[in-house]
């Protein structure tokens, strides 16, 4: 109880902190940052994971191609990465520029 | 001093964190075509040119190994061939013996029969001898007792072609 | 806000985890690593080619070998294939030189991959677009290789005008930014996290609260950890890099069928 009177009132303070507008462009864009990247990563997250499942299913069917494979794989990994990479990007611009 | 103001972070804090920096590029171009430059004109071919002969050396060890092997095998291949010839030509003399005692055995099984066969035919011929002889004596102990019989019924000696003709023809006729 | 904080933990400020001072004018750490790592690389191959080639290799002559050949074998033949060995030296250049700008990432007391700033990954992008921008003009001529890479052949004509600038962006634009992009933001992630786990950890460590200073382990483990993955990484990164390279100059130097 005690514990939660402390986070309304450290809340509370940072609500009186955003007064000049500066600062409040600076939350809101930390806050979207986080939201950013959190979206971006969703997508390629799920890519990636089957890429890797698809590969190593190839590679358990055709152990001979698996050197194929493994380059072919981490290519698209590589590409489907890039999209998270980009919202990192993102995260960054948004919270330090 | 120097040394350890590489570990200092810059003082001002500068531009974008994601923005490159001039000198950066310029300093990473530059150490990068420094080590293109030396490593596409001289290290890479030169240390290619190693391996290539290295696995040529390799490759001609492997070779040789391979030749030695294959001479090897046409050695052993043709002492076995000599081996076998050598076989044969036993087998062969072996077969050879064996045929000759066979027919010196057969020789001398054929000169015994012929030996075995001579006696039995002397002994015949010495019995049939001694059976004749016997029979002349016998033909001419009967004709005399014929004779002194027929000479004792009849008072006078037959005539003797007669008695002989009469002997013979019984004991001609009790051996037939 | 004065709330009693239990560890001084406070993010500084980006740039001061990522701009170093001037030793000399235009010259600073992740300057001296670009240039450690051209020292480095060269003094491997040199020492590797003044070795006695015929006798079983050691030492550096062994390690140069293997990256050849692993060059050669996972990197070339399986992208480009047996016609693309001519461009080993090029290739080879780039994953050196890339993997020995990420390792200062990992390396105590050095602790910055060169590659976390934009400078190095940005040239090396841009250079790999003019090489395969070249490869493609010298292989197909200027105006085969603009068509063979504007109007893939194959495509029904009417698809031509949503085609062509999904290429054209892709091929001249996204293929470099994508490149840089990776790279970078890859060594930047990677370092940041391990700033981050290194300040909370140094943070509970000193806590003035005794209780918190056992529990400085975690975030110590979290690092040691992502310092092992960090080496994956960088090794990833370059490699990555380095196969992208080389499929994007097969494609400029054949043309689609």
């Known amino acids: 109880m005690e514990a939660l009177a402390t986070i309304v009132r450290i809340a509370a303070e940072a609500g009186d902190a955003v007064v000049d507008p500066a600062a409040a462009k600076n939350i809101s864009a930390a806050a979207s940052a986080g939201h950013a990247y959190g979206l971006a990563a969703i997508g390629p997250g799920i ?8 590969a190593i299913e190839s590679m358990a069917r055709q152990p001979e191609a698996a050197g194929m494979v493994r380059t072919t794989m981490f290519i698209g990994v590589a ?11 993102a995260f960054i611009l948004l919270k330090f520029a | 001093m120097l040394i350890s103001t590489i570990f200092l972070a810059a ?10 920096e001039n000198k950066e590029l310029l300093w990473g171009a530059g150490s990068f075509l420094v080590f293109l430059f030396v490593m596409r004109v001289f290290l890479v071919p030169k240390v290619k040119k190693g391996m290539e002969a290295r696995y040529n050396g390799i490759r001609g060890g492997h070779e040789a190994a391979q030749a030695a092997r294959s001479s090897a095998q046409r050695d052993v291949a043709a002492y076995e061939a000599a081996l076998v010839e050598v076989r044969n030509e036993v087998t062969a003399r072996i077969d050879k013996a064996r045929q000759t005692l066979d027919a010196e055995r057969q020789a001398k ?8 066969l001579a ?23 009967v004709g005399s007792v014929t004779t002194r019989a027929t000479q004792l019924v009849l008072g006078k000696a037959p005539d003797a072609a007669l008695v002989k003709r009469a002997v013979d023809n019984i004991m001609g006729g009790s051996r037939s | 806000m004065n709330f009693p904080t239990l560890i001084a933990f406070e993010f500084p400020p980006i740039n001061m985890l990522l701009r170093w001072q001037d030793v000399v004018p235009t010259i600073n750490k992740v300057v001296i690593i670009s240039i450690f790592s051209t020292l480095i690389g060269v003094g491997i191959f040199l020492a590797a080619a003044r070795k006695n080639p015929m006798v079983a290799p050691k030492g550096a002559r062994n390690l140069a070998e293997i990256i050849i050949d692993f060059v050669e074998k996972q990197i070339v033949m399986q992208t480009m294939g047996p016609t693309g060995l ?3 030296p090029f290739l080879l250049t780039i994953f050196i030189f890339i993997y020995l700008n990420n390792m200062p990432g990992v390396i105590p007391l050095i602790q910055i991959p060169a590659t976390a700033r934009m400078g190095i990954p940005a040239f090396m992008a841009l250079m790999v677009w003019v090489v395969y921008n070249v490869t493609g003009i010298k292989h197909q001529g200027p105006i085969g ?24 962006i892709s091929t001249f634009v996204m293929r470099p930014f994508s490149l840089a992009v990776r790279l970078f933001a890859n060594m930047l992630a990677g370092h940041l996290l391990l ?13 003035r609260d005794r209780i918190l200073i056992p529990v400085g382990v975690l975030p110590f483990a979290v690092l040691l950890f992502l310092t092992g993955f960090e080496i994956i990484v960088a090794f990833l990164q370059a490699y990555i890099f380095t196969t992208l390279t080389a499929v994007y100059i097969n494609m400029a130097s054949h043309a689609e069928h």
């Open chain 1, 47 to 54: 890519g990636i994971g089957i890429i890797f499942g698809k």
């Open chain 1, 79 to 89: 590409f489907t990465e890039a999209l998270a990479l980009i919202g990192f990007v």
């Open chain 2, 11 to 20: 003082e001002d804090l500068g531009p974008n964190p994601i923005a490159p």
């Open chain 2, 109 to 116: 099984v054929i000169e015994a029969n012929a030996r075995i």
């Open chain 2, 119 to 141: 006696k039995r035919t002397e002994a015949d011929t010495a019995m049939q001898t001694a059976r004749a002889a016997s029979r002349g004596d016998v033909a001419v102990a």
């Open chain 3, 86 to 88: 001519g461009w080993t």
């Open chain 3, 145 to 168: 290789y603009f068509k063979s890479v504007l109007f893939p052949p194959g495509v029904p004509k009417a698809l031509y005008i949503l085609v062509t600038p999904i290429e054209l």
């Open chain 3, 195 to 207: 700033v981050i786990f290194a300040l909370l950890s140094e943070a509970l460590f000193q806590a």
